[in-house]
């Protein structure tokens, strides 16, 4: 095979280093860690749906809106009045209609522009509560390619939005009014700049006579690793003269993947606020997922004062409304994202699972299971989603499925003679087994062998030894076997080996009741299928295992030994 020559346009030469990362003299982050949640703040609404193929109805909106009051969200940018009209409809809806809760603050976007921010002040009239979000371009390249401004000139617009909306507020004193600004794309913006701006604009907004305002720091285009982001936080956090009277918001977006961990980072920098949405839609790459950090902070036993139990129901709004799938190895709502296929990876589950029901009282309940952050239950997820069978699976697998969904408590010995029939049937078919799947392959294995069943029988004591009479049915012929042994097994065995000529002996045996509730579909038509036998043995220098169930342990125990013969009898056919 030939190596194809390197294509002269992926030239890494074009690019250049980070060029806006503070110089910090004592940076505190890194020895802080995530104790309590941020404020939230959906941008779904807006930031979401700007980025959408087909921007949501107002229906939609408003669907997702109840989705998002349900979650726990408190501050919802709704959207951009004064961009479009049904944005500005539906914030008139939601006002008018009485749909917006006592707790819940209306937040909007608007840019650094008159006409746009009178318009968007006349949308939320009779609002009880809002928060208006203004904004204008700061970084070095709009600044000097984009708006060909200097710094001067960038701040006066700032300066002059923000004045507006002061005095604009007073025209409408039935609402409370919390003002927001943005130095957009602050990530690209050196950071004594965006601390001379907003400092301006606090001496505009005077949070310092009671008022707190909001700074929200964009990361508009990610551009650097998430602890330089951190870094430019707790630099403006340090360095910001009215900072006490500031609510510190965070906004970024994913453009090299770290928009979580940029804001996780960044919480720990100082800030106080958080801005994101469900999932990630968003520009480009997308915006900050909230869900994530938030089911990140869920795992370490923070409340993340959001709610996503009903994690399904969630996903199945979010997707409509925003007609876009969600990938199933998404971060705790994918389809796959709690499914092991990995045979150790589900040994360890199943272990795990099983160490913390037999010792409940010294885990005292906490969670602490291999490969699994958290709970499945705990979002709404069943257990059916951690353990999927395919030719990658192993044992513990195979085992877990049986026990959960059929009551089988497959001992070791077991569990590996199956597990290697499950992966030749996967293998075989290509395919992932479902739950249905792996039951039928047991049962056509083990418990339906059509090769030797146990016909009448009897068992004595007499004078410590048991004796065996009974028959069984091998084929279309009728065997009478009798033996002497110390128990009803070792008697059964001797019995059948005499009759076979054959040398077997009995190497591990195990048994369990079976409940009603986790049977079968066999053993549902078998209503006195209560009880279930394990059984190896050494049939001519091979080892079989076999399986039986009946209402009685001793009839379970036989059947086992009479469906370990038969696999004993299809190997031979095999073999010849």
Known sequence: MSIQPKNAAFNHKKYQ?????????????????????PIWTSVDLRDGNQALIEPMSIEQKMRFFDLLVQVGFKEIEIGFPSAAQVEYDFTRKLIEGGHVPDDVTL????????????????????????????????SKVQREKVYQKDYDDIIAIAVEGATLLRELAKEYPETEWIFEYSPESFSQTEVDFSVKICDEVCKVWRPDLGQKVIFNLPSTVESSTPNIYADQIEYFCQN????????????????????????????????DRIEGTLFGNGERTGNMDIMVMAMNMYSQGVDPQLDFSNMSEIAQVVSECNQLPIHPRHPYVGELVFTAFSGSHQDAIKKSLDYNEQNAEATQGLWDV??????????????????????????????????????????????????????QEAESRQTELTSDDVISVFEN????????????????????????????????????????????????????????????????????????????????????????????LNIE???????????????????????????AQIADTEHH
């Open 17 to 37: 280093p980070f060029a806006f990362a503070p110089k910090m003299t004592q940076r505190t982050w890194p020895d802080k860690t995530i104790t309590k949640a």
């Open 107 to 138: 937040q909007v976007l608007v840019q650094a522009r008159e006409h746009l921010i009178r318009r968007t002040f006349e949308s939320l009239k009779g609002a009880k509560r809002a928060i208006v979000h203004v904004y204008n371009s700061t």
């Open 240 to 271: 910001l003269p009215m900072r006490e009277h500031v609510i510190v918001s965070l906004h970024t977006h994913n453009d090299r993947g770290c928009a979580v961990a940029a804001s996780e980072l960044g919480l720990m920098a100082g800030a």
């Open 370 to 423: 291999a490969y699994l952050p958290i709970d499945p239950a705990h979002i709404g997820r069943g257990y059916q989603d951690v353990v999927r069978i395919n030719s990658q699976s192993g044992k513990g697998g195979v085992a877990y499925i049986l026990q959960r969904d059929f009551g089988f408590h497959l001992p070791r010995w077991t569990q590996i003679d199956f597990s290697r029939v499950i992966q």
């Open 445 to 536: 294995t083990y418990l339906n062998q059509s090769t030797l069943a146990l016909q009448d029988y009897e068992i004595k004591n007499t004078a410590g030894s048991v004796s065996f009479t009974g028959s069984v049915r091998t084929g279309d012929d009728i065997i009478d076997v009798v033996g002497n042994g110390n128990g009803p097994l070792s008697a059964f065995i001797n019995a059948i080996s005499a009759k076979l000529n054959k040398n077997i002996h009995v190497i591990n045996y195990a048994e369990h009741a079976l409940t009603v509730e986790s049977q079968s579909p066999l053993t549902q038509n078998n209503s006195d299928a209560n009880a279930v036998a394990y059984l190896q």
């Open 541 to 567: 220098g091979e080892i079989y295992s076999g399986i039986g169930t009946c209402s009685s342990t001793v009839s379970a125990m036989l059947k086992a030994a009479l469906s370990a013969l038969a696999q």
